[in-house]
């Protein structure tokens, strides 16, 4: 399974690649808004794990063009921040399955990615 992972701390980003790699996945790094259209311009990501909050660019530009350059791509949200806290992404952004803390373990957002790409 092909995994796009938008995050702008590269030390994080890495973190979580090294843990959907052991899974089985491979995981790519765009680190800002035109790194990640350029991915999603290249290739199909099933699963899209995207950080709300982007020092170079908007998280809800690269879901929407996820959307439109592929339907059925699911966007995992993840914030430190309190945005979206009372659900509203999911009214703004229809590829959202998932909104979860920046804190997860990684563990479990690699058994996230696992689940929703089953229903891709």
């Known amino acids: 399974m092909n995994v796009l992972i938008v995050q702008t701390k590269p030390s994080l980003g890495h973190l979580w690649q090294r843990h959907l790699q052991r899974h089985g996945h491979a995981a790519e790094i765009a680190v800002d808004q035109d790194g ?3 991915r999603l311009s290249e290739q199909f990501y099933p699963i899209i794990i995207l950080d709300v909050v982007l020092n170079d660019g908007s998280a809800l530009a690269v879901a929407d063009y996820a959307s439109y ?3 059925n791509a699911k966007v995992i949200f993840v914030t430190n921040s309190s945005f979206f806290s009372d659900g509203s992404i999911f009214q703004l952004c229809s590829n959202a399955c998932a909104f979860v ?3 997860t373990e990684p563990e479990d957002l690699a058994a996230m990615v ?6 891709v």
């Open 101 to 103: 803390p920046t804190a």
């Open 114 to 119: 696992e689940h929703y790409a089953q229903t």
């Open 36 to 38: 990640a259209i350029a």
């Open 69 to 71: 350059r592929h339907p």
